[in-house]
């Protein structure tokens, strides 16, 4: 059973910067498209970053400019790099593949507050 564990989140002020890691139990970061998605309260999980296994990235529209998605297959880690962190980015934070065959089971998440 593949297991992610998030980590890296913290409490910051608005225009800092932090780096959030997704860490598996097994080698499926580079064999996945592999995503991160937040969730603040009251709403829905919302997709926020992906990766495919080729290394391609696609940023949503709401943090494009300001987040970076990237991975170490050696590690099996996938990593979001988030900068000039605004109030609005406050949410939960996971990781997950993203692939027809459906979720791996949810971690934990990581939570990112962001004051103004």
């Known amino acids: 059973q593949v297991q992610l564990v998030e980590s890296g989140g913290g409490l910051v002020q608005a225009g800092e910067s932090l780096t959030l890691s997704c860490a598996a139990s097994?080698?499926?970061?580079?064999?996945?498209?592999m995503a991160w998605y937040r969730q603040a309260p009251g709403k829905q999980r919302e997709l926020v970053a992906r990766?495919?296994?080729?290394?391609?990235?696609i940023i949503s529209d709401s943090v494009k400019g300001r987040f970076t998605i990237s991975r170490n297959n050696a590690k099996n880690t996938l990593y979001l790099q988030m900068n000039s962190l605004k109030p609005e980015d406050t949410a939960v934070y996971y990781c997950?593949?993203?692939?027809?065959?459906?979720?791996?089971?949810w971690g934990q998440g990581t939570q990112v507050t962001v004051s103004s």
């Open positions: 097994r080698s499926i970061i580079s064999a996945n498209v």
């Open positions: 997950n593949v993203l692939r027809s065959g459906g979720f791996l089971p």
């Open positions: 990766m495919s296994s080729g290394g391609t990235a």
